[in-house]
């Protein structure tokens, strides 16, 4: 009696018998292509460049706060992802494609709050938050003081930043594209002569997130831009009482 042949595969309680009408019709050795055209391509690793920088920069952040990377090292890195950002999304396909981070997160089902936070403001940590130690005088009212060190070739810099910035103003230049990284260099310069608060320095990054959430070629309005004016005017003045 010959014994049974074992099965070369696990039972199951149904039995399935395939339908050859509904056989694959295509060649399943043959690479599949994602993308129709060149232009597809490019657009598909666009914006997978971008899925890349959003959670790269929200680790960053994450690392950052642990203090598992310096603060130059940070700001370094932020800042060329910004910067990686923005220019990708420079060109129009993959802008309407995108539509906005909103929207790409959700497509995505991505979450990344912080490299949401960072996105929004366009700065790195560094150089948003200003700290807020003082210089207290004998016998005075605690002040803000050039950051130790500063030299007058930095305080120089700084300063011309601030009329390069206002003399933009005043020439009407008040599009995004001419004014974020001019307002990006003030604050920047700013940071290296000192690290202490001072008036109105607030409305420097406040301003800087306001052009940052502006389209590249959206100008600002006749009432927004001396109002932003005015507020550059007040921290230039403020910044010079620092040096006092």
């Known amino acids: 009696m010959h014994s049974q042949r074992p099965l070369s595969y696990a039972p199951t309680p149904y039995s399935y018998t395939p339908n050859p009408a509904l056989s694959a019709t295509i060649n399943l050795d043959e690479e599949v292509k994602l993308a129709s055209s060149s232009a597809e391509r490019d657009l598909y690793e666009s914006l997978a460049e971008i899925y890349s920088i959003i959670v790269t920069l929200d680790g960053l952040e ?4 642990r203090d598992a990377i310096s603060e130059s090292e940070y700001t370094e890195t932020c800042a060329r992802l910004l910067k990686q950002y923005k220019s990708t999304l420079a060109d129009e396909t993959v802008s ?43 016998g005075g009212m605690p002040t803000s003081a050039p950051a130790a060190g500063a030299s007058g070739s930095l305080i120089l810099i700084a300063t011309e930043n601030f009329i390069t910035f206002l003399d933009a103003l005043k020439l009407n230049m008040v599009s995004k594209d001419a004014l974020h990284p001019l307002l990006s260099e003030v604050i920047q310069s700013v940071n290296k002569v000192t690290d202490r608060d001072f008036e109105s320095r607030g409305k420097i990054i406040q301003w800087l997130i306001t052009l940052n959430q502006m389209r590249a070629t959206e100008e600002l309005s006749e009432e927004q831009a001396r109002e932003l004016s005015f507020d550059i005017e007040q921290a230039y003045q403020g910044f010079k009482a620092t040096l006092n």
Do not use: N
């Open 62 to 65: 994450k690392a950052y706060i």
């Open 96 to 138: 309407r494609e995108f539509v906005d981070l909103e929207t790409f997160k959700r497509m995505w089902q991505l979450e990344c709050p912080r490299a949401t936070e960072r996105l929004r403001i366009g700065l790195p940590a560094t150089i948003e938050q200003a700290s807020h130690g003082t210089h207290t005088p004998s």
